[in-house]
């Protein structure tokens, strides 16, 4: 027995100590081929399948089976979730769809472009990838794009949605005109802002499929130019980047112009460059400036940024398709815990086409020993907190995890009065003086901690619990994709849950959608799964 977890372990650190090889003999082959069958789906359906004209025969299909499910006695029905795969969802957790009751929501089109209302109407299951394919040639981009282009347009509106442009329009939620429901009684309603249904519109976003079933969607666009001017700005001390991001985003006046989209990353405690993009035409004379940088030998993006530390302040103009793309072969800085020699200029040469791992392959492979190693010894979060305490924010990051680069992108959160839906009002000393938002930030932490890559103990569920504690402390919010290690108390006490509860009850929720602490806390036990991983292997 004995023996045999020593073999064990001997081969975890084997692979451990070799994952790049592994990686790229193994997981990018079979991940291209992963890729290939899954964009060969794509165009059969988008030949043979696809046709916004039969959104409305679609949607009476589900709510004819709601409605079959709702005719059920009480005691024989399972709450209900999509019938979408957790291996294709962007989340780090594994929902446990099988205890469910699953619908299927097969709505995959962009149903109208409407330029008039600055507007695009589509289905929830339409990708980032497919609405920026198909609004850019037009000159449009949806006024909160992110990077992810697997993500989709009803993943993002019953989670949460930030990026890039996010200081001026706020988290993606915002960007929602209309949300098309169908409620646990079968019944189809649109939701506005300030229809009779305003108390749904306020707590849909972070209610993660938990009220009611999305079968289309209108969000705001906004107008584009076809390149980014580029501005990398690298800063030496915490307190004067700290300072020159609350600046540049807006949070210390509202009045001052912000440039369209901006975002830091951190290199280490007291350097950081800051990338200030504006939307412009490239100037006669100025072509030799144009960066394609997403092209397979390019070098990954934060990379590339991170010789601006030396090479010191500079610009360039990026066409908007590759920026809107720059952390795609890298998936931010995650590829680099996978292949950490990934950004080598020959392996960029010959293998760089390969890159990124597909998302879905990664969730689709991901055994339960990989899925409890890569919980307790890599961190992915990304966090809202309030930008007066940045530089407390960087601390609490090093302190617990000390591993770098971080990323911040500013972001405004509105204050839609007390109880409206589950962020609270920002506190007083967080808004924007005589705005009718705060200036946030999202903190994203992805890779290894320092002390697992020097093969130390360390603590992963103590250091995430010090983490929630410090957010709530602050008044901010994890993003619920990635793991959380709140009981229901702590959890309640972070979000404001009054709304919520009052909607699930109104609309016939509970009883029909799982609760959401229980659809989104981890399917395993985070406590005993940390014991068992704590030691070094
Ligand atoms: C009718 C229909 C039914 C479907 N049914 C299913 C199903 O049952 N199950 C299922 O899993 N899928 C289904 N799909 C999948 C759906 O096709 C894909 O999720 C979606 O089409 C995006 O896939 P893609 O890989 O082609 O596009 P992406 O890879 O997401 O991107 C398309 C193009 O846009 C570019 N791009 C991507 N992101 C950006 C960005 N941020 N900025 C600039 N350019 C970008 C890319 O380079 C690419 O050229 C269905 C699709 C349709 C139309
Ligand atoms: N930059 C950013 O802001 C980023 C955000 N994210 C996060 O990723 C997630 C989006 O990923 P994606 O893979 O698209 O979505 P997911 O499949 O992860 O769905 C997210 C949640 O929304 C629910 N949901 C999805 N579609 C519907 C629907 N039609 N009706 C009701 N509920 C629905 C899901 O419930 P169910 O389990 O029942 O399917 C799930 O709880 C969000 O949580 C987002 O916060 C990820 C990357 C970047
Ligand atoms: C910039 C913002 C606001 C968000 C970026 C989020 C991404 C970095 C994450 C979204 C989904 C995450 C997943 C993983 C890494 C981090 C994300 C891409 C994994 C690939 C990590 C390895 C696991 O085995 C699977 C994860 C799936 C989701």
Request: hydrophobic share 40%; charged share 25%.
């Amino acid at each position: 027995m004995g023996s045999e977890v020593g073999l064990k372990q001997r081969i975890a650190r084997w692979m451990e100590d070799h994952r790049g090889l592994i990686v790229v003999l193994i997981v990018l082959p079979l991940s291209l081929i992963f890729d290939a069958l899954m964009q060969f789906r794509h165009w059969v359906f988008r030949k043979f399948i696809s046709a916004p004209e039969k959104h409305d025969e679609r949607v009476r299909a589900i709510q004819k089976k709601v409605r079959k499910w709702s005719e059920q006695p009480q005691k024989d029905r399972k709450m209900m979730c999509t019938a979408r795969p957790n291996w294709q969802s962007l989340s780090t957790t594994f929902f446990r769809k099988d205890l469910c009751h699953k619908i299927a929501i097969p709505l995959y089109d962009i149903l109208e472009l409407k330029p008039s209302h600055m507007s695009i109407r589509v289905e929830p299951m339409v990708s980032v990838g497919q609405a920026t394919a198909f609004l850019v040639p037009r000159g449009y981009t949806l006024a909160v794009c992110l990077e992810v282009a697997e993500a989709t347009l009803g993943g993002l509106a019953m989670g949460v949605g930030m990026t890039t442009y996010s200081h001026k329009v706020g988290l993606y939620q915002e960007s929602i005109i209309a949300y098309e429901m169908v409620l646990s009684d079968g019944s189809l309603v649109r939701v506005t802002r300030d229809n009779e249904y305003s108390d749904l519109y306020h707590t849909l976003p972070w209610s993660h499929g938990t009220l009611g079933f999305l079968v289309a969607l209108e969000l705001q666009i906004i107008k584009i130019k076809p390149h980014i001017k580029m501005e990398y700005i690298p800063v030496k001390g915490k307190k004067n980047y700290c300072n020159m991001m609350r600046e540049l985003s807006g949070a210390l006046d509202k009045d001052k112009a912000t440039p369209d989209y901006l975002e830091a990353t951190i290199y280490n405690k007291e350097e950081a460059v800051i990338m200030v993009g504006n939307f412009s035409d490239v100037p006669p004379g100025e072509e030799n400036k144009i960066n394609h940088l997403t092209r397979w030998y390019k070098p990954w993006f934060y990379k590339y940024v991170e010789r601006f530390l030396k090479k010191g302040r500079d610009y360039e103009y990026i066409p908007l398709g590759d920026y809107l793309l720059r952390h795609n072969r890298a998936i931010f800085w995650v590829v680099e815990t996978m292949i950490p020699f990934g950004n080598n200029a020959l392996f960029r040469f010959f293998f760089g086409w390969l890159l990124p791992p597909k998302i879905a392959f990664l969730k689709f492979t991901t055994t339960p020993g990989v899925r409890a190693m890569t919980f307790t010894k890599q961190v992915f979060q990304d966090i809202v907190l309030p930008m007066n305490q940045l530089e407390d924010q960087i601390d609490k990051s090093e302190e617990l995890f000390d591993l770098y680069p971080v990323l911040v992108y500013p972001c405004r959160i509105y204050d839609h009065g007390p109880h409206r839906g589950q962020l609270r009002p920002p506190r007083k000393d967080q808004m924007v003086p005589g705005a009718n938002y705060g200036m946030f930030n999202d903190l994203g932490v992805y890779g290894v901690p320092r002390p697992v890559l020097e093969k130390k103990r360390f603590d992963a569920v103590d250091a995430m619990r010090k983490m929630e504690r410090f957010t709530q402390e602050v008044g901010g919010y994890p993003f619920l994709y990635a793991d959380t290690f709140m009981t229901r108390e702590e959890f309640e006490k972070m979000f404001d849950l009054t709304a919520y509860e009052q909607v699930r009850a109104k609309y016939n929720a509970n009883g029909a959608f799982p609760h959401l602490h229980d659809k989104i806390k981890p399917e395993i036990d985070v406590v005993e799964v940390g014991k068992q991983y704590m030691d070094p292997l």
